[in-house]
C-alpha cells in the first residue's frame, strides 16, 4: 500500500524557515518524479514543485523561485521541502504527490498545514 | 499553461448527470503519441485529491465507471453519469504536458440539489 505522510508544519512569522518532510512507502521511491502541491485555505490546487527520480533534476513555480529547495534522500525514501523567507502568502496545507516521470499525480500525502503570521 | 473550469460550481439532483468542463490555453495533444496530457481528481471536504482519469478518459483503477472524460486538444469535460451522495466534491482539472510543470483549473464544486 502506498503511503505519503508530511511533516513539519508549523506556525512561522513572515521571513522565517520552514522544513518539510515526506516520508514515502510503498512503492519503489527512486524511481518516482516527487512534487509537492499547496492549497491556501478555502482556496484551488497549486503546484510548488518537483524533483526527478535521481534528485538530478529540480522545477519550481515562479512564486517560490528562490526562497525554497526540493530535496530528496532516496536512501531514506524522504522528500524534503526547506521554505525560507516565508511570506503570509505561503499559508497553505502542502501535499506530497509522486508520479512515473511526468504524468499525473498518482498517489496524495494527506497534508500538512504551514501558517506564517507575526 | 492556463487551465480553466466551467462552472465554478453547480447542484444536481441524485441520479442525474454532472458535466464539468475544462479549456485549456494551449492545445494537450501530443501528436507522437495521439495523447492528451490531462488528468481529472476529486478533492473532498477535508482530504487530499484523488485521481480519477489520466489520459483525458482512462478510469484510475477503482474509480466508478459513472465518471467519464472525453475531451480533446483544448477542451474536455468530466462527466457524472448519475450523480451519487459520495461525490460531492470540489474536481479539479489537470494538465501534465509541460514537463513536469504542472498546472490545475480553479475548481469545480459540486453539491445535491
Known amino acids: 500500500e502506498v503511503q505519503l505522510l508530511e511533516s513539519g508544519g508549523d506556525l512561522v512569522q513572515p521571513g522565517g524557515s520552514l522544513r518539510l518532510s515526506c516520508a514515502a512507502s510503498?512503492?519503489?521511491?527512486?524511481?518516482?518524479?516527487m512534487s509537492w502541491v499547496r492549497q491556501a485555505p478555502g482556496k484551488g490546487l497549486e503546484w510548488v514543485s518537483t524533483?526527478?527520480?535521481?534528485?538530478?533534476?529540480?522545477f519550481y513555480a515562479e512564486s517560490v523561485e528562490g526562497r525554497f529547495t526540493i530535496s530528496r534522500d532516496n536512501s531514506k525514501n524522504t522528500l524534503y521541502l526547506q521554505m525560507n523567507s516565508l511570506r503570509v502568502e505561503d499559508t497553505a496545507v502542502y501535499y506530497c504527490?509522486?508520479?512515473?516521470?511526468?504524468?499525473?499525480?498518482?498517489?496524495w500525502g494527506q497534508g500538512t498545514l504551514v501558517t506564517v503570521s507575526s | 499553461i492556463v487551465m480553466t473550469q466551467s462552472p465554478d460550481s453547480l447542484a444536481v439532483s441524485l441520479g442525474e448527470r454532472a458535466t464539468i468542463n475544462c479549456k485549456s490555453s494551449?492545445?494537450?495533444?501530443?501528436?507522437?503519441?495521439?495523447?492528451?496530457?490531462l488528468a481529472w481528481y476529486q478533492q473532498k471536504p477535508g482530504q487530499p485529491p484523488k485521481l480519477l482519469i489520466y489520459?483525458?478518459?482512462t478510469r484510475d483503477s477503482g474509480v466508478p465507471d459513472r465518471f467519464s472524460g472525453s475531451g480533446s486538444g483544448s477542451d474536455f469535460t468530466l462527466t457524472i453519469s448519475s450523480l451519487q451522495a459520495e461525490d460531492v466534491a470540489v474536481y479539479y482539472c489537470?494538465?501534465?504536458?509541460?514537463?513536469?510543470?504542472?498546472?490545475f483549473g480553479q475548481g469545480t464544486k459540486v453539491e445535491l440539489k
Open positions: 494551449q492545445s494537450l495533444l501530443y501528436s507522437s503519441n495521439n495523447n492528451n496530457y
Open positions: 504527490a509522486n508520479s512515473y516521470s511526468s504524468s499525473w499525480y498518482e498517489f
Open positions: 489520459w483525458a478518459s
Open positions: 510503498g512503492f519503489t521511491f527512486s524511481t518516482y518524479a
Open positions: 489537470q494538465q501534465y504536458y509541460t514537463n513536469f510543470r504542472r498546472t
Open positions: 524533483i526527478s527520480g535521481s534528485g538530478g533534476n529540480t
